[in-house]
T-cell receptor
Framework: KAGVTQTPRYLIKTRGQQVTLSCSPI?????VSWYQQTPGQGLQFLFE???????NKGNFPGRFSGRQFSNSRSEMNVSTLELGDSALYLC????????????FGQGTRLTVV | SQKIEQNSEALNIQEGKTATLTCNYT??????LQWYRQDPGRGPVFLLL???NEKEKRKERLKVTFDTTLKQSLFHITASQPADSATYLC???????????WGAGTKLIIKP
């Protein structure tokens, strides 16, 4: 079956702009989590959605937001981009969040200039 | 503060030997702990999950132990191969918060 698909793979944006990233989970998976990964920082949790409901949010400013649609596809949005937002953004899907493996997409590499 | 620590230095191992990676945590009581492999420019790939009431779990050349008293998990790769070279991440499964808490990862280099 198809894996987790993230689009786009690469993005270059200017400070102050906004960006929307997309994630299509594995068919049947209802939990989608988003992470930011930067060198030396590891994966930092952004938010988790299950059946269109955000169940938890990490310690990121309000400029970071997300949503999940009825087909489980998810988007995350970053407004008023800052240089420090440059990172690899990863989406992971799972049947349920706990006690199950997470399947990751290839990620979206965002560069803010 | 809550913290997860993995070997920050790269681990260099001779091909054929056993590689042992460490994951230590404080101030958590995870029900589960997971290990992932990540190659450069790609998303992590799941390897093993171990429950708090399990001491050890094996899958082919991989073995994970979980000591909730020491708050430590060890990840072993036996008969290591150059293809095992990657960054290995441990993640605590915090069920109540619907999230995985990640270590920064250990870069493993298997030399032929």
């Amino acid at each position: 079956k198809a894996g987790v698909t993230q689009t786009p793979r690469y993005l270059i944006k200017t400070r102050g702009q906004q960006v929307t990233l997309s994630c299509s989970p594995i068919s049947g998976h209802r939990s989608v989590s988003w992470y930011q990964q930067t060198p030396g920082q590891g994966l930092q949790f952004l938010f988790e959605y299950f059946s269109e409901t955000q169940r938890n949010k990490g310690n990121f400013p309000g400029r970071f937001s997300g949503r999940q649609f009825s087909n489980s596809r998810s988007e995350m949005n970053v407004s008023t981009l800052e240089l420090g937002d440059s990172a690899l953004y990863l989406c992971a899907s799972s049947l349920e969040r706990a006690n199950t493996e997470a399947f990751f997409g290839q990620g979206t590499r965002l560069t803010v200039v | 503060s809550q913290k997860i620590e993995q070997n920050s230095e790269a681990l260099n191992i001779q091909e054929g030997k056993t590689a042992t990676l460490t994951c230590n945590y404080t101030n958590y009581s995870p029900a589960y702990l997971q290990w992932y492999r990540q190659d450069p420019g790609r998303g992590p790939v799941f390897l093993l999950l171990i429950r708090e009431n399990e001491k050890e779990k094996r899958k082919e050349r991989l073995k994970v132990t979980f000591d909730t008293t020491l708050k430590q998990s060890l990840f072993h790769i036996t008969a290591s191969q150059p293809a095992d070279s990657a960054t290995y991440l441990c993640a605590l499964d915090i069920v109540s918060n619907y999230q995985l808490i990640w270590g920064a990862g250990t870069k493993l280099i298997i030399k032929p």
